[in-house]
């Protein structure tokens, strides 16, 4: 499945840094896919772009 690859790939558009930890949960369905990032942000300018361009992919369907 290309989306996790999808999602990091537009994650290191906007994260400078090699420190980035994933994790990933199938819902119950396998469905739907939960992918979290864990880093450390630079601005709150960062992670509006970030969120931005998420929310914008097709294949997002929501992101917190």
Same mark, same amino acid.
């Given at each position: !499945?290309?989306? %996790?690859?999808?999602? #990091? &790939?537009?994650? #290191? /558009? +906007?994260?400078?840094? !090699?420190? $980035?930890? @994933?994790?990933?949960? %199938?819902? #119950?369905? !396998? /469905? @739907?896919?939960? $992918? *979290?990032?864990?880093? *450390?942000?630079?601005? /709150?300018?960062?992670?509006? &772009?970030? @969120?931005?361009?998420?929310?914008? +992919?097709?294949?997002?369907?929501? *992101?917190?």
């Amino acid at each position: !499945d290309a989306f %996790p690859a999808i999602i #990091r &790939a537009i994650i #290191r /558009k +906007h994260v400078n840094t !090699d420190e $980035i930890a @994933y994790s990933s949960q %199938p819902s #119950r369905g !396998d /469905k @739907y896919l939960s $992918i *979290t990032a864990t880093f *450390t942000a630079q601005s /709150k300018e960062q992670l509006h &772009a970030l @969120y931005q361009e998420l929310n914008d +992919h097709e294949l997002v369907l929501m *992101t917190l």
